[in-house]
């Protein structure tokens, strides 16, 4: 756990296993662009990390733009912000040398141990980067990046950018298409407006801005669906339980407390009536 950075003699031949290293994270610099994470984004990681430690190892290359012993991580910036909170090593394959964007994606694709892991999302968005880089047809991305073609169409799912839409979508680039694409259907519409909308500076958004927009739509649409959801709220009165269902949409405090006294009053008027018949004495 002591090792930082392998000392090399120059980069390492062509098609050789990039070495694994234990380094420090304060030498390893997050990419310009990455998603600064929160610590609630951090938070099932982290458990993950103090009870097993880091179980997939990230990449990481020297960069010309950064001294020798620092390194530029390219894969596992979220395990690198771990470990930077915790004060731990950061396992990662060091490629040794400095690669092209193209060839680092490549490099992905090839780690099986990383390839496995990949969700559908990762896969669309890495390989329609390589696409426009490398100008490529999807068959060929299949071949080189060692994915099967159904793979690929599965993992970009035009087929489920609904027929109203594929217009405006077909003007998208393929990897902001492909996030689209792997939006829940109901945001579909919101997402290539999004993406199609120039801003003030008249550039239009991109693909890391319109992946945090669909994030954002997915949390508003997931705190929405629990407000709809009753919830039930128990509360404990001179030693007896009373259970009350609740909508977060219109109760407040102050209402439920009203409701609770116009039920005691109505109760009083009735104090011969057993529990069994109190719901008929509320029946409207």
């Keep these: 756990m002591n090792a930082t950075v392998p000392k090399t003699n120059g980069p ?17 610099v997050t990419p310009e662009g990455n998603p600064a994470y929160t610590p609630a984004d951090l938070a099932d990681l982290e458990d993950s990390f103090r009870q097993h ?34 004060g731990r ?21 090839h780690h099986n141990g990383i390839r ?22 999807q068959a060929e991305a299949a071949k080189v990046l060692g994915c099967s073609g159904p793979t690929l169409s599965r993992a970009f799912g035009e087929k489920r950018i609904p027929s109203e839409l594929k217009a405006r979508a077909e003007l998208l680039g393929l990897s902001i298409r492909s996030l689209v694409a792997a939006a829940p259907a109901e945001l579909m519409p919101q997402a290539v407006e999004f993406a199609l909308t120039a801003r003030d500076d008249g550039r239009k958004p991109t693909r890391d801005q319109v992946a945090g927009f669909i994030q954002q739509l997915k949390k508003q649409a997931s705190g929405q669906a629990r407000g709809r959801k ?28 009203e409701d609770l006294k116009a039920i005691v009053a ?18 409207q």
């Design 12 to 28: 390492p031949p062509e098609g050789a296993e990039p070495a694994l290293v234990f380094i420090d994270p304060g030498l390893v």
């Design 53 to 86: 430690d880091q179980l997939v190892p990230g990449f990481i290359c020297p960069s010309p733009e950064l001294r020798p012993e620092q390194r530029l991580c390219l894969e596992g910036n979220r395990r690198l912000a771990v470990a930077r909170r915790l």
């Design 89 to 109: 090593k950061f396992w990662a394959f060091d490629l040794g040398r400095s690669v092209p964007e193209e060839e680092r994606i490549r490099l992905l694709f």
């Design 116 to 137: 496995r892991r990949m969700s559908r999302e990762e896969i669309a968005e890495r390989a329609a980067r390589w696409l426009e880089i490398t100008g490529a047809t």
């Design 230 to 257: 009753a919830r039930t709220v128990t509360l404990r009165m001179n030693g007896r339980a009373v259970t009350l269902a609740v909508d977060e949409r219109r109760d407040s405090a102050a209402s439920v407390a």
């Design 266 to 283: 109505r109760l009083g008027k009735h104090a011969d009536v057993p529990p069994d018949g109190w719901p008929f004495l509320f029946q």
